[in-house]
């Protein structure tokens, strides 16, 4: 049985940072891309930022680049988004997905076939 577990959420004042972690069972990372999404109160899920299957190649929601890392751990079977300068519009809920589809669609939420359940993150002004 596959599963996604999310941590590291929290409430954060503006400027500060947080490390989300998803650690999978069931599945190994290196065979998906593995993406983190987020979804805010009243707004659709939106893409946050991916760590392909192959060749270590990463893409970031234009929103987040230069601000938030993502990173993978394959003996660990993790994946890590390091969030720094935090922003009051980075609040909502992170998803982390697991799929296995063309590249080209990494940024898609419904392409993904594994979703973990969810972490806040709380950033106040």
């Known amino acids: 049985q596959v599963q996604l577990v999310e941590s590291g959420g929290g409430l954060v004042q503006a400027g500060g940072s947080l490390r989300l972690s998803c650690v999978g069972s069931?599945?190994?990372?290196?065979?998906?891309?593995v993406g983190w999404f987020r979804q805010a109160p009243g707004k659709e899920r939106e893409f946050v930022a991916v760590f392909r299957r192959s060749g270590g190649f990463t893409n970031y929601a234009d929103s987040v680049k230069d601000r938030f890392t993502i990173s993978k751990d394959n003996a660990k079977n993790t994946v890590f988004l390091q969030m720094d300068t935090l922003l009051p519009e980075d609040t909502a809920i992170y998803y982390c997905?697991?799929?296995?589809?063309?590249?080209?669609?990494?940024?898609?939420?419904?392409?993904?076939?594994?979703w973990g359940q969810g972490t806040q993150v709380t950033v106040s002004s």
């Open positions: 069931g599945l190994s990372f290196r065979n998906y891309h």
């Open positions: 997905a697991a799929g296995q589809q063309i590249t080209s669609a990494v940024t898609w939420s419904r392409m993904y076939a594994h």
